[in-house]
């Protein structure tokens, strides 16, 4: 009785081996993608934590600090420029765009809107890995409690 050879004939390995480049070629073609996307993730992170961490400093300050001279000395913004919107770009170093984001910047802006209540926003802008400028925008109020 013959026996039947069971292995691969090369049409088959070819075809396999076809199959197994196309595949390398798709992920090969997503990786920088991939990469381009988990960078600007970890960007947008760092920003909106630099945002929430401004914030929390201001709620720590206090109602009766929501000054230039009160944010300067907490160390909340930098010295220029003296009225609202001022800059937070390199105020502090844990909490400054300049230093942990590229091209970031950022401003904190102070307005009334109440007696007794204010509002502070806090915007954080950087460069993409595209090239574009992103953007995160924090908001609160403030009472005089």
Known sequence: MPTKNKAFTLVEVMIALMAFSFL?????????????????????????????????????????NLTYDG?????????????????ITSADGANSPATRLPNGTGTLAVSDVAFDLKKVLVIINWRGSSGATQTITVSTIIANL
């Open 71 to 87: 944010l300067l000395a907490y160390g909340v913004i930098g010295s220029s420029p003296t009225t609202t919107p001022y800059s």
């Open 24 to 64: 390398i070629a798709i992920f090969g073609a997503l990786y920088p993608l991939g990469m381009r996307v988990n960078n600007d993730a970890k960007l947008r992170a760092e920003a909106v934590t630099i945002a929430q961490r401004t914030m929390e400093t201001v709620r720590l300050v206090g109602f009766g």
